[in-house]
């Protein structure tokens, strides 16, 4: 099956510094690419879509130059927390799908656990 | 806007046991019903979905039917074993929310032997 991978699978940054998380699709190409934040317990919200190419698409309330987001190549998205503060301590998790449509299947990262101290 | 909830976890259950877990919607549209799995260190993976009302998805034992009167997608599977432990997502698409996936809280569900 399609397979996606998260990197660093968990990373801890100082207050003020920037961190950059890496989604790959690993054996198909992924035209949209979404990302997630969990909090413990809660559900995955979407934050953003990004398609290759293009700029991202930011749910409401996510602010697009806090979290940086870049869709690069057909298999590879990054997420840049910029000047992270301890709030932004999460899990964030990647998916991927060929199309992006309703119908399209999305595969997930493992996720990413970010600690900010 | 839409939203999904999901029976409070953990579940723990003996192996062999009945397995039902709740997860009912709201929604404006018609959406399409989805039960994702998330394995210990490892990305949710799609379970089973259906589309429209009365359909009934299943996959590996697990089944679920879309119950449009009642609002509800719950999943089922009659007999458990300890390799169903993992964390089980409800979540719904809805074209007039932009298609976007939107997720219940997940249930932890832990078999023993």
């Known amino acids: 099956g399609a397979v996606v991978s998260q990197h660093p699978s968990w990373v801890i940054c100082k207050s003020g510094t920037s961190v950059k998380i890496e989604c790959r699709s690993l054996?198909?190409?992924?035209?949209?690419m979404f990302w997630y934040r969990q909090f413990p317990k809660q559900s995955l919200m979407l934050m953003a879509t990004?398609?290759?190419?293009?700029?991202?698409?930011?749910e409401q309330g996510v602010e697009k130059d806090k979290f940086l987001i870049n869709h690069a190549s057909l298999t590879l998205s990054t997420l840049t927390v910029t000047s992270a503060h301890p709030e932004d301590s999460s899990f964030y998790i990647c998916?991927?799908?060929?199309?992006?449509?309703?119908?399209?299947?999305?595969?997930f990262g493992p996720g990413t656990r970010l600690t900010v101290t | 806007g839409d939203s999904v909830t999901q029976m409070e976890g953990p579940v723990t259950l003996s192996e062999e046991a009945f397995l039902t877990i709740n997860c009912t919607y709201t929604?404006?549209?018609?959406?399409?019903l989805f039960w994702y799995v998330q394995y210990p260190g490892e990305g949710l993976q799609l379970l089973l979905k259906?589309?429209?009302?009365?359909d009934k998805g299943s996959n590996k034992g697990f089944e679920a039917t879309y119950r449009k009167e009642t609002t509800s997608f719950h999943l089922e599977k009659g007999s458990v074993q300890v390799s169903d432990s993992a964390v089980y997502f409800c979540a719904l698409s809805d074209l007039d929310q932009g298609g976007k996936l939107i997720f219940g809280q997940g249930t932890e569900l832990s078999v023993k032997p």
């Open positions: 990004s398609n290759e190419g293009s700029k991202a698409t930011y």
């Open positions: 929604a404006t549209g018609y959406p399409s």
């Open positions: 054996d198909f190409q992924a035209t949209t």
């Open positions: 998916s991927a799908s060929l199309s992006g449509t309703i119908n399209d299947e999305q595969y």
């Open positions: 259906a589309t429209k009302a009365d």
